[in-house]
Nanobody, 126 residues
Framework: QVQLVESGGGLVQNGGSLRLSCAAS????????MAWFRQAPGKEREFVAD????????YYADSVKGRFTISGDNAKNTVYLQMNSLKPEDTGVYYC???????????????????WGQGTQVTVSS
């Protein structure tokens, strides 16, 4: 059983920063890509960013490009999300996800990922 555990969420003011972390535990597995998704109240879960360990490719949703940075450590199956210039519309539960095989061209879709964390709440006050 693979478990993903997120941490680092919290309450921050408009324009502030937070850093989310996600670590994998349980049985040994090798992920091809790890990603972050988020879900605001009353809305569907949406893609935020992903990082492929093959070639180090990263990809961002347009809404976070230039403000968020995804990074990580392949050997530790750990991924981070540095979030700067946060806005109230960034509020939501942030989920970490991992895919054992290359999820492209469906990397922005939840169904492309095999494992999910329980989520961490991010609230940006105006």
């Amino acid at each position: 059983q693979v478990q993903l555990v997120e941490s680092g969420g919290g309450l921050v003011q408009n324009g502030g920063s937070l850093r989310l972390s996600c670590a994998a535990s349980g049985r040994a597995f090798s992920s091809h890509t790890m990603a972050w998704f988020r879900q605001a109240p009353g809305k569907e879960r949406e893609f935020v960013a992903d990082k492929s360990w093959s070639g180090g490719r990263t990809y961002y949703a347009d809404s976070v490009k230039g403000r968020f940075t995804i990074s990580g450590d392949n050997a530790k199956n750990t991924v981070y999300l540095q979030m700067n210039s946060l806005k109230p519309e960034d509020t939501g539960v942030y989920y970490c996800a991992a895919a054992e095989r290359n999820p492209w061209p469906s990397a922005v879709r939840s169904r492309a990922y095999d494992y999910w964390g329980q989520g961490t709440q991010v609230t940006v006050s105006s």
